[in-house]
Protein backbone atom coordinates (compact mmCIF):
# COMPACT_ATOMS: atom_id res chain seq x y z
CA UNK A 1 0.00 0.00 0.00
CA UNK A 2 1.20 3.42 -0.34
CA UNK A 3 2.23 5.52 1.97
CA UNK A 4 0.06 8.29 0.78
CA UNK A 5 -2.94 5.77 0.93
CA UNK A 6 -1.96 4.59 3.98
CA UNK A 7 -1.90 8.34 5.58
CA UNK A 8 -5.26 8.91 4.09
CA UNK A 9 -6.85 5.67 5.83
CA UNK A 10 -5.73 6.28 9.41
CA UNK A 11 -6.59 9.85 9.21
CA UNK A 12 -9.85 9.27 7.88
CA UNK A 13 -10.26 6.65 10.80
CA UNK A 14 -9.16 8.80 13.41
CA UNK A 15 -11.51 11.58 12.12
CA UNK A 16 -14.76 9.57 12.38
CA UNK A 17 -13.69 8.70 15.58
CA UNK A 18 -12.98 12.28 16.67
CA UNK A 19 -16.38 13.95 17.84
CA UNK A 20 -14.99 16.80 17.08
CA UNK A 21 -14.13 16.65 13.88
CA UNK A 22 -17.34 14.81 12.79
CA UNK A 23 -19.21 18.16 14.38
CA UNK A 24 -17.37 20.54 12.98
CA UNK A 25 -17.94 18.63 9.73
CA UNK A 26 -21.50 18.61 10.19
CA UNK A 27 -23.04 21.29 12.10
CA UNK A 28 -21.99 23.97 9.80
CA UNK A 29 -23.44 22.78 7.39
CA UNK A 30 -26.98 21.65 9.08
CA UNK A 31 -26.82 25.18 10.80
CA UNK A 32 -25.98 27.51 8.12
CA UNK A 33 -28.98 26.50 5.48
CA UNK A 34 -31.35 27.21 8.39
CA UNK A 35 -30.57 30.11 9.07
CA UNK A 36 -30.84 31.34 6.04
CA UNK A 37 -34.23 29.97 5.29
CA UNK A 38 -35.17 31.74 8.81
CA UNK A 39 -33.45 34.60 7.39
CA UNK A 40 -35.25 34.95 4.28
CA UNK A 41 -38.68 33.91 5.82
CA UNK A 42 -38.62 36.33 8.43
CA UNK A 43 -37.99 39.11 5.90
CA UNK A 44 -40.96 37.71 3.65
CA UNK A 45 -43.19 38.00 6.68
CA UNK A 46 -42.34 41.33 7.49
CA UNK A 47 -42.94 42.88 3.96
CA UNK A 48 -46.23 40.70 3.93
CA UNK A 49 -47.41 41.90 7.46
CA UNK A 50 -47.28 45.74 6.31
CA UNK A 51 -50.23 44.69 3.84
CA UNK A 52 -51.51 43.27 7.17
CA UNK A 53 -50.69 45.66 9.84
CA UNK A 54 -53.93 47.99 11.34
CA UNK A 55 -52.55 51.57 11.42
CA UNK A 56 -53.76 53.26 13.94
CA UNK A 57 -55.07 57.00 13.38
CA UNK A 58 -55.51 60.09 15.59
CA UNK A 59 -58.15 62.60 14.38
CA UNK A 60 -59.55 60.33 11.44
CA UNK A 61 -62.32 62.65 11.52
CA UNK A 62 -60.49 65.47 10.24
CA UNK A 63 -59.66 63.58 6.94
CA UNK A 64 -62.79 62.12 6.01
CA UNK A 65 -61.40 61.99 2.21
CA UNK A 66 -57.75 60.94 3.29
CA UNK A 67 -59.07 57.87 5.03
CA UNK A 68 -61.29 56.43 2.52
CA UNK A 69 -58.61 57.12 -0.40
CA UNK A 70 -56.41 54.78 2.18
CA UNK A 71 -59.15 52.24 2.52
CA UNK A 72 -59.71 51.87 -1.12
CA UNK A 73 -55.66 51.07 -0.72
CA UNK A 74 -56.52 48.07 1.17
CA UNK A 75 -54.97 49.64 4.41
CA UNK A 76 -56.40 48.84 7.69
CA UNK A 77 -57.75 51.90 10.03
CA UNK A 78 -58.43 52.21 13.33
CA UNK A 79 -59.57 55.33 15.91
CA UNK A 80 -56.58 55.82 18.21
CA UNK A 81 -56.89 57.90 21.45
CA UNK A 82 -53.73 58.81 23.80
CA UNK A 83 -50.22 59.53 23.69
CA UNK A 84 -49.15 58.29 20.41
CA UNK A 85 -45.34 58.85 21.23
CA UNK A 86 -45.23 56.94 24.47
CA UNK A 87 -47.27 54.04 22.79
CA UNK A 88 -44.74 53.25 20.59
CA UNK A 89 -41.89 54.05 22.68
CA UNK A 90 -43.25 51.28 25.16
CA UNK A 91 -43.90 49.15 21.82
CA UNK A 92 -47.43 48.88 22.43
CA UNK A 93 -47.78 50.03 18.62
CA UNK A 94 -45.23 50.17 15.74
CA UNK A 95 -46.68 53.12 14.40
CA UNK A 96 -49.30 56.18 14.65
CA UNK A 97 -50.28 58.10 12.11
CA UNK A 98 -51.40 61.75 13.59
CA UNK A 99 -54.19 63.59 11.26
CA UNK A 100 -53.80 67.51 13.22
CA UNK A 101 -57.53 69.48 13.60
CA UNK A 102 -56.33 72.45 11.19
CA UNK A 103 -55.58 69.78 8.62
CA UNK A 104 -59.66 70.30 7.21
CA UNK A 105 -58.69 73.99 7.09
CA UNK A 106 -55.94 73.98 5.32
CA UNK A 107 -56.94 71.67 3.37
CA UNK A 108 -59.71 73.68 1.99
CA UNK A 109 -57.03 76.81 1.79
CA UNK A 110 -54.59 74.98 -0.40
CA UNK A 111 -52.46 74.69 2.34
CA UNK A 112 -49.98 72.51 3.14
CA UNK A 113 -51.52 70.18 5.62
CA UNK A 114 -48.85 68.07 8.08
CA UNK A 115 -49.94 65.10 9.02
CA UNK A 116 -47.08 63.10 11.68
CA UNK A 117 -46.01 59.48 11.57
CA UNK A 118 -44.90 58.38 14.65
CA UNK A 119 -42.51 55.79 14.68
CA UNK A 120 -39.55 53.84 16.19
CA UNK A 121 -36.57 53.88 13.29
CA UNK A 122 -34.52 51.44 15.65
CA UNK A 123 -37.56 48.64 15.19
CA UNK A 124 -36.62 46.50 12.00
CA UNK A 125 -40.07 45.20 11.90
CA UNK A 126 -42.05 48.41 11.52
CA UNK A 127 -39.79 49.64 8.58
CA UNK A 128 -41.69 48.20 5.68
CA UNK A 129 -45.01 49.44 6.93
CA UNK A 130 -43.89 52.74 7.61
CA UNK A 131 -42.31 53.15 4.05
CA UNK A 132 -45.83 51.85 2.68
CA UNK A 133 -47.82 54.31 4.45
CA UNK A 134 -45.34 57.03 3.50
CA UNK A 135 -45.48 56.26 -0.08
CA UNK A 136 -49.43 56.07 -0.10
CA UNK A 137 -49.55 59.30 1.17
CA UNK A 138 -47.36 61.00 -1.10
CA UNK A 139 -48.99 59.91 -3.71
CA UNK A 140 -52.72 61.09 -2.41
CA UNK A 141 -50.54 64.16 -2.02
CA UNK A 142 -49.56 63.87 -5.51
CA UNK A 143 -52.90 63.23 -7.01
CA UNK A 144 -54.55 65.93 -5.29
CA UNK A 145 -51.82 68.69 -6.44
CA UNK A 146 -52.89 67.27 -10.10
CA UNK A 147 -56.47 68.04 -9.77
CA UNK A 148 -55.54 71.16 -8.09
CA UNK A 149 -53.91 72.59 -11.13
CA UNK A 150 -56.61 70.99 -13.76
CA UNK A 151 -58.79 73.00 -11.83
CA UNK A 152 -57.23 75.79 -12.36
CA UNK A 153 -56.58 75.37 -16.13
CA UNK A 154 -53.02 73.97 -15.51
CA UNK A 155 -51.59 70.79 -16.64
CA UNK A 156 -49.99 68.94 -14.08
CA UNK A 157 -47.26 68.40 -16.30
CA UNK A 158 -45.99 71.50 -15.48
CA UNK A 159 -44.63 70.57 -12.63
CA UNK A 160 -43.38 67.60 -13.53
CA UNK A 161 -39.76 68.64 -15.66
CA UNK A 162 -37.93 65.33 -15.77
CA UNK A 163 -39.51 61.78 -15.73
CA UNK A 164 -37.52 58.49 -15.97
CA UNK A 165 -38.29 55.19 -17.01
CA UNK A 166 -36.26 52.28 -15.62
CA UNK A 167 -35.21 49.87 -17.88
CA UNK A 168 -33.84 46.73 -15.74
CA UNK A 169 -32.12 44.16 -18.40
CA UNK A 170 -31.59 41.67 -15.33
CA UNK A 171 -34.05 38.80 -15.28
CA UNK A 172 -35.42 38.09 -12.38
CA UNK A 173 -33.10 34.74 -11.76
CA UNK A 174 -30.27 37.32 -11.87
CA UNK A 175 -31.68 39.54 -9.27
CA UNK A 176 -32.67 36.87 -6.92
CA UNK A 177 -28.78 35.85 -7.07
CA UNK A 178 -27.59 39.03 -6.70
CA UNK A 179 -30.10 39.26 -3.29
CA UNK A 180 -28.69 35.65 -2.49
CA UNK A 181 -25.42 36.75 -2.85
CA UNK A 182 -24.77 35.77 1.11
CA UNK A 183 -25.17 31.83 -0.11
CA UNK A 184 -21.58 31.27 -1.91
CA UNK A 185 -20.09 32.95 0.62
CA UNK A 186 -22.16 30.10 3.04
CA UNK A 187 -21.08 27.39 0.56
CA UNK A 188 -17.26 28.48 0.71
CA UNK A 189 -17.15 29.49 4.29
CA UNK A 190 -18.18 25.55 4.54
CA UNK A 191 -15.19 24.59 3.31
CA UNK A 192 -13.28 26.10 5.84
CA UNK A 193 -15.34 25.43 9.07
CA UNK A 194 -15.66 21.59 7.86
CA UNK A 195 -12.64 20.14 7.29
CA UNK A 196 -10.62 22.57 10.12
CA UNK A 197 -11.41 19.96 13.11
CA UNK A 198 -9.33 16.84 10.97
CA UNK A 199 -7.27 19.62 9.86
CA UNK A 200 -6.29 20.88 13.59
CA UNK A 201 -5.94 17.38 15.18
CA UNK A 202 -3.53 16.13 11.91
CA UNK A 203 -1.26 18.72 13.16
CA UNK A 204 -1.74 20.63 16.33
CA UNK A 205 -3.06 17.78 17.75
CA UNK A 206 -0.95 15.07 16.99
CA UNK A 207 2.29 17.60 18.51
CA UNK A 208 -0.23 17.86 21.37
CA UNK A 209 -0.31 14.16 21.89
CA UNK A 210 3.52 13.89 21.16
CA UNK A 211 2.20 11.44 18.52
CA UNK A 212 3.74 13.01 15.46
CA UNK A 213 7.78 12.18 15.85
CA UNK A 214 7.17 8.73 16.34
CA UNK A 215 4.79 9.13 12.87
CA UNK A 216 7.95 11.28 11.20
CA UNK A 217 10.73 8.47 11.99
CA UNK A 218 9.17 6.09 9.75
CA UNK A 219 11.16 5.35 6.45
CA UNK A 220 8.74 7.76 4.92
CA UNK A 221 9.13 10.94 2.59
CA UNK A 222 7.47 14.05 4.46
CA UNK A 223 5.26 15.02 1.48
CA UNK A 224 3.42 12.07 1.40
CA UNK A 225 2.91 12.19 4.90
CA UNK A 226 1.42 15.53 4.04
CA UNK A 227 -0.57 14.92 1.22
CA UNK A 228 -2.47 12.11 3.20
CA UNK A 229 -3.25 14.65 6.26
CA UNK A 230 -4.07 17.00 3.30
CA UNK A 231 -6.33 14.88 1.78
CA UNK A 232 -8.27 13.16 4.52
CA UNK A 233 -8.86 16.77 5.97
CA UNK A 234 -10.37 17.43 2.16
CA UNK A 235 -12.88 14.83 2.34
CA UNK A 236 -14.36 16.01 5.27
CA UNK A 237 -14.01 19.52 4.05
CA UNK A 238 -15.44 18.93 0.80
CA UNK A 239 -18.36 16.95 2.00
CA UNK A 240 -19.74 19.37 4.29
CA UNK A 241 -19.30 21.91 1.52
CA UNK A 242 -21.61 19.90 -0.94
CA UNK A 243 -23.81 19.18 1.79
CA UNK A 244 -24.30 23.02 2.83
CA UNK A 245 -24.81 23.44 -0.99
CA UNK A 246 -27.81 21.10 -1.61
CA UNK A 247 -29.20 22.35 2.07
CA UNK A 248 -29.11 25.94 0.94
CA UNK A 249 -30.65 25.58 -2.73
CA UNK A 250 -32.98 23.07 -0.76
CA UNK A 251 -33.96 25.77 1.45
CA UNK A 252 -34.36 28.51 -1.01
CA UNK A 253 -36.63 26.15 -3.28
CA UNK A 254 -38.93 26.31 -0.32
CA UNK A 255 -38.93 29.89 0.26
CA UNK A 256 -41.62 32.26 -1.34
CA UNK A 257 -39.12 35.14 -2.95
CA UNK A 258 -41.79 35.46 -5.63
CA UNK A 259 -43.15 37.81 -3.17
CA UNK A 260 -40.29 40.04 -3.17
CA UNK A 261 -40.32 40.04 -6.73
CA UNK A 262 -37.78 37.21 -7.26
CA UNK A 263 -37.19 34.10 -8.72
CA UNK A 264 -35.48 31.43 -8.11
CA UNK A 265 -35.00 28.01 -9.88
CA UNK A 266 -32.22 26.11 -10.69
CA UNK A 267 -31.57 23.03 -13.01
CA UNK A 268 -29.65 19.65 -11.78
CA UNK A 269 -27.01 20.87 -14.41
CA UNK A 270 -26.55 24.32 -12.22
CA UNK A 271 -26.40 22.39 -9.04
CA UNK A 272 -23.44 20.13 -10.74
CA UNK A 273 -22.11 23.06 -11.52
CA UNK A 274 -21.78 24.40 -8.50
CA UNK A 275 -20.28 21.33 -6.75
CA UNK A 276 -17.70 21.04 -9.49
CA UNK A 277 -16.94 24.98 -9.14
CA UNK A 278 -16.59 24.95 -5.44
CA UNK A 279 -14.68 21.06 -5.23
CA UNK A 280 -11.20 22.36 -5.37
CA UNK A 281 -12.04 25.25 -2.78
CA UNK A 282 -11.70 22.46 -0.06
CA UNK A 283 -8.09 21.03 -0.84
CA UNK A 284 -6.87 24.82 -0.44
CA UNK A 285 -8.63 25.83 2.98
CA UNK A 286 -7.39 22.52 4.26
CA UNK A 287 -4.24 22.95 2.85
CA UNK A 288 -3.90 26.39 4.80
CA UNK A 289 -5.32 24.97 7.75
CA UNK A 290 -2.43 22.14 8.07
CA UNK A 291 0.08 24.89 7.86
CA UNK A 292 -0.89 26.98 10.36
CA UNK A 293 -1.95 24.35 12.87
CA UNK A 294 1.75 23.33 12.64
CA UNK A 295 2.83 26.83 14.03
CA UNK A 296 0.52 25.57 17.36
CA UNK A 297 1.26 24.21 20.34
CA UNK A 298 -2.16 22.74 21.57
CA UNK A 299 -5.41 22.37 19.36
CA UNK A 300 -7.24 24.96 21.55
CA UNK A 301 -4.12 27.30 20.44
CA UNK A 302 -4.31 26.62 16.67
CA UNK A 303 -8.23 26.88 16.66
CA UNK A 304 -7.43 30.53 17.72
CA UNK A 305 -4.96 30.59 14.79
CA UNK A 306 -7.42 29.60 12.21
CA UNK A 307 -10.43 31.56 13.46
CA UNK A 308 -9.01 34.26 11.40
CA UNK A 309 -8.41 32.11 8.28
CA UNK A 310 -12.75 32.12 8.47
CA UNK A 311 -12.33 35.95 7.22
CA UNK A 312 -10.62 34.61 4.09
CA UNK A 313 -13.99 33.72 2.07
CA UNK A 314 -15.75 36.45 3.17
CA UNK A 315 -13.69 38.95 2.12
CA UNK A 316 -14.54 38.36 -1.62
CA UNK A 317 -17.53 37.95 -1.05
CA UNK A 318 -18.06 41.67 0.53
CA UNK A 319 -16.40 43.54 -1.95
CA UNK A 320 -18.34 41.60 -4.87
CA UNK A 321 -21.48 42.87 -3.09
CA UNK A 322 -20.47 46.20 -2.20
CA UNK A 323 -18.26 46.86 -5.77
CA UNK A 324 -19.96 44.86 -8.27
CA UNK A 325 -17.17 43.98 -11.08
CA UNK A 326 -17.54 42.46 -14.39
CA UNK A 327 -16.36 39.29 -14.21
CA UNK A 328 -13.42 38.57 -16.43
CA UNK A 329 -11.88 35.35 -17.37
CA UNK A 330 -8.77 36.18 -15.71
CA UNK A 331 -10.47 37.15 -12.21
CA UNK A 332 -11.80 33.02 -12.03
CA UNK A 333 -7.86 32.40 -12.02
CA UNK A 334 -7.67 34.32 -8.45
CA UNK A 335 -8.37 31.42 -5.46
CA UNK A 336 -11.52 32.35 -3.69
CA UNK A 337 -12.05 35.30 -5.36
CA UNK A 338 -12.58 32.89 -9.13
CA UNK A 339 -14.95 30.96 -6.92
CA UNK A 340 -17.33 33.18 -6.05
CA UNK A 341 -17.68 34.95 -9.09
CA UNK A 342 -18.88 31.67 -10.68
CA UNK A 343 -21.14 30.26 -7.58
CA UNK A 344 -22.73 33.92 -8.68
CA UNK A 345 -23.13 33.46 -11.62
CA UNK A 346 -24.61 29.81 -11.64
CA UNK A 347 -26.61 30.75 -9.70
CA UNK A 348 -28.02 33.68 -11.90
CA UNK A 349 -27.65 31.48 -15.06
CA UNK A 350 -25.58 33.24 -17.07
CA UNK A 351 -23.34 31.72 -19.48
CA UNK A 352 -19.91 31.24 -18.37
CA UNK A 353 -16.91 29.85 -20.35
CA UNK A 354 -15.46 26.27 -20.10
CA UNK A 355 -12.17 28.27 -19.04
CA UNK A 356 -13.48 29.62 -16.12
CA UNK A 357 -14.21 26.17 -14.19
CA UNK A 358 -10.32 25.45 -15.53
CA UNK A 359 -8.42 28.06 -14.16
CA UNK A 360 -10.84 28.31 -11.28
CA UNK A 361 -9.91 24.71 -10.20
CA UNK A 362 -6.43 24.95 -11.23
CA UNK A 363 -5.90 27.93 -9.41
CA UNK A 364 -7.00 26.30 -6.01
CA UNK A 365 -5.29 22.62 -6.44
CA UNK A 366 -1.94 24.86 -7.28
CA UNK A 367 -1.73 26.90 -4.68
CA UNK A 368 -2.80 24.22 -2.14
CA UNK A 369 -0.40 21.69 -3.63
CA UNK A 370 2.02 24.50 -2.48
CA UNK A 371 1.39 25.16 0.75
CA UNK A 372 0.94 21.32 0.93
CA UNK A 373 4.72 21.36 -0.23
CA UNK A 374 5.91 24.50 2.44
CA UNK A 375 4.20 22.34 5.46
CA UNK A 376 6.06 18.86 4.70
CA UNK A 377 8.74 21.09 4.77
CA UNK A 378 8.57 22.50 7.63
CA UNK A 379 7.91 18.91 9.30
CA UNK A 380 11.58 18.22 8.47
CA UNK A 381 12.79 21.20 10.99
CA UNK A 382 13.31 19.67 14.85
CA UNK A 383 11.80 22.85 16.00
CA UNK A 384 8.56 22.17 14.30
CA UNK A 385 7.91 19.07 15.38
CA UNK A 386 9.64 19.27 18.64
CA UNK A 387 8.58 22.79 20.63
Known amino acids: MHPVLTIFLKEIRDGRRDRRAVMSALIFPIMGPGLVYMMMT ?5 RSQAFETTIPVTGMEHAPALVQWLREHNVRLEAFSGDARAAVRNKKQKL ?6 DYQKRYGKTQTAVLELVHDGSRTDSQAVVSRIRSLIRRYSS ?13 PEVMQVVDIQDIDIASRQQRAATALN ?18 VDASAGERERKSLEPLLINPVDRLFIVIGKWLAASVFSSVGMILTALLCITAMLHVPLEELGLTFSITPLQVALIIAGTFPLAFLATSMQLL ?5 KSFKDAQSYLGLL ?6 PAMLTLLYPVAAKTWMFAVPILGQQLLLVDVI ?9 YFLSAASCLLAGFALVVITARLFGRESIVTS
Open 310 to 315: MLVPVV
Open 292 to 296: VGIFA
Open 182 to 199: FIPMYIMLAAFVSGMGLA
Open 143 to 155: QIAGLRLILRGVS
Open 42 to 46: AMIQM
Open 96 to 101: VLIIPD
Open 348 to 356: GAKAIPAAA
